[in-house]
């Protein structure tokens, strides 16, 4: 089985202070290695200050984008080397809200892949279907399309270095969250269609987490799936205590 992972993705909410402030919270309450792996994503500007005060901690830190260039006259992009050199060792790829609202399409995100595995960090890379894609029975066809793109002209040693995040868009910020039964068919689904690409070894070690609405209410029975292992959660990653039960999710 496929490690678990626990991601929070904080978008832009946090000054450099209170970002601070949470990662020394969160360091004291998982001051040990656990059998998970827990990741927080602040705000580009408080990249650096967290990655010190997580610093000798289980914590690992992540980006929440990252340019596909390695460098030049690119104002306001921030390099996947510039995000290794804060402290970053995950990196969040694809969100659906890089899709919509600022035109990210597949090969520019499966650029940033590249960039972030070049770079030797994580990608977390972000898959999902539109209710209206799903209403429409569109939700295998636009996943498949999504992960073709965006896992392209990697080998089977790279997918080994990924980790895919199914994030259903009408889940995500509404309060609707999948069920775990809609959950764990799109998860074995991305699975059976990584496993056509880059064999069966591959997609049975490959870390599938769910994201959209994760709370510590819904957070037990969705890590009770097989398929799911672990979340990318986002407004419940804001709060610490939320996040910490989240973290310490317990199967039935």
């Known amino acids: ?61 992540g980006a929440q984008n990252v340019s596909d260039e390695p460098n030049g006259a690119f104002t306001g992009e921030v390099s996947a080397a510039m995000l290794a050199d804060a402290g970053c060792r995950w990196v969040i790829v694809g969100h659906s809200e890089r899709r919509k609202l600022f035109g990210e399409e597949d090969a520019w995100i499966n650029r940033k892949l590249i960039a972030v595995l070049k770079a030797g960090l994580t990608p977390i890379l972000c898959v999902g279907e539109t209710l209206a894609q799903r209403e429409a029975g569109n939700a295998f066809p636009v996943i498949v399309g999504q992960i073709n793109a965006g896992l392209k002209n990697l080998d089977a040693g790279d997918i080994g270095r990924c980790v895919v995040a199914y994030e259903p868009v009408w889940a995500i910020g509404t309060g609707r969250t999948a069920t775990p039964e809609q959950a764990e068919e799109v998860h074995a689904f991305i699975r059976c269609r990584v496993a056509a690409l880059f064999g069966e070894e591959k997609s049975s070690g490959l870390r599938i987490l769910y994201g959209g609405s994760v709370t510590p209410e819904n957070i037990d029975r969705l890590m009770e799936s097989r398929q799911i292992n672990g979340a990318l959660v986002g407004g419940a990653s804001l709060n610490i205590d939320s996040f910490s039960r989240i973290v310490r999710y317990q199967k039935g």
């Open 1 to 61: 089985m496929p490690r678990p992972l626990i991601a929070g993705n904080w978008k832009m909410h946090m000054t450099v202070g209170e970002a601070v402030e949470y990662a020394r919270r969160l360091r004291e309450r998982f001051p040990e290695p656990m059998d998970r792996d827990i990741v927080i994503a602040p705000p580009f500007t408080s990249l650096w200050p967290v990655s010190r005060e997580l610093e000798g901690s289980p914590v690992g830190l």
